[in-house]
């Protein structure tokens, strides 16, 4: 079915069962609003009042609800205004998926001046996000979002990024969705469990000092486990 990115870009979120999705329009962003209302009977697009607000949205939301907080935002001082709630999402393990607009394609990197246009947008998102690509083509769309949640959900949490220029949101194509992502849950090294397993039942006033990574219900159940084992505050 012919569609244009941003309609594309809407099915796929819903196909990895995204239910919310923070941001503030922005008229980079016509397309993906467009094709988040044409969704809005399974997706809900909650508006903020500054780009901080929506991706510090985006960090409580995916704390709550235990699974990845959406929000979008557009090129250059939108991304700048959501920094700080993506800087602070990386450094406590929490997992966001930022969709970020950017300029027209044919611009990117030239330096004529556009709209909301800041220097190497890209370089500044990977010092932000574990993980983070741009979109030249609208087939492209379902491919990165998914990747973008295999990788938020896959390891150690920290926010995730997708750009997306808003020509590539208003091309037309015939791409189809991919099925929802498939994590890959981070194994341990048994050796080194061992070792520290000895080292704890070896020590004689143990307490335990965790990060945000413990966050889930089972990881923090296996927690309880240990402590209570150890006798452990």
Not at 70 to 85: D, K, S
Not at 95 to 112: D, L
């Amino acid at each position: 079915m012919n569609q244009t990115g941003g309609e594309l870009l809407a099915a796929q979120l819903v196909a990895e069962g995204v239910e919310k999705v923070f941001g503030v329009p922005g008229i980079q962003l016509d397309y993906a609003v467009d094709g988040l209302a044409q969704q809005r009977a399974n997706i809900e697009f909650i508006v903020a009042r500054h780009e901080q607000g929506a991706a510090y949205m985006a960090d409580g939301y995916a704390r709550v609800a235990d699974r990845p907080g959406v929000c979008m935002v557009v090129p250059g001082p939108g991304l700048l205004n959501a920094g700080a709630a993506l800087s602070t999402a990386f450094a406590t393990s929490s997992r966001v998926v930022m969709i970020v607009c950017q300029i027209p394609s044919h611009t990117i990197g030239e330096g004529y001046g556009m709209l909301h246009e800041i220097p190497e947008q890209t370089r500044l998102l990977a010092s932000l996000t574990k993980w983070n690509t741009l979109v030249r083509n609208a087939d492209e769309i379902p491919a990165a979002i998914n990747e973008a949640f295999r990788q938020v959900m896959s390891g150690r949490p920290r926010p995730v990024a997708v750009e997306i220029p808003p020509d590539v949101l208003k091309a037309a194509t015939d791409a189809g969705i991919l099925p929802a992502a498939e994590p890959e849950p981070l194994l341990p090294d048994v050796a080194l469990l061992q070792d520290a397993a000895e080292l704890l039942l070896a020590a004689e006033r143990p307490v335990i000092y965790v990060g945000g990574g413990v966050r889930d219900d089972g990881t923090s159940a296996a927690l309880v486990q240990v402590a209570e084992r150890l006798g452990a505050p």
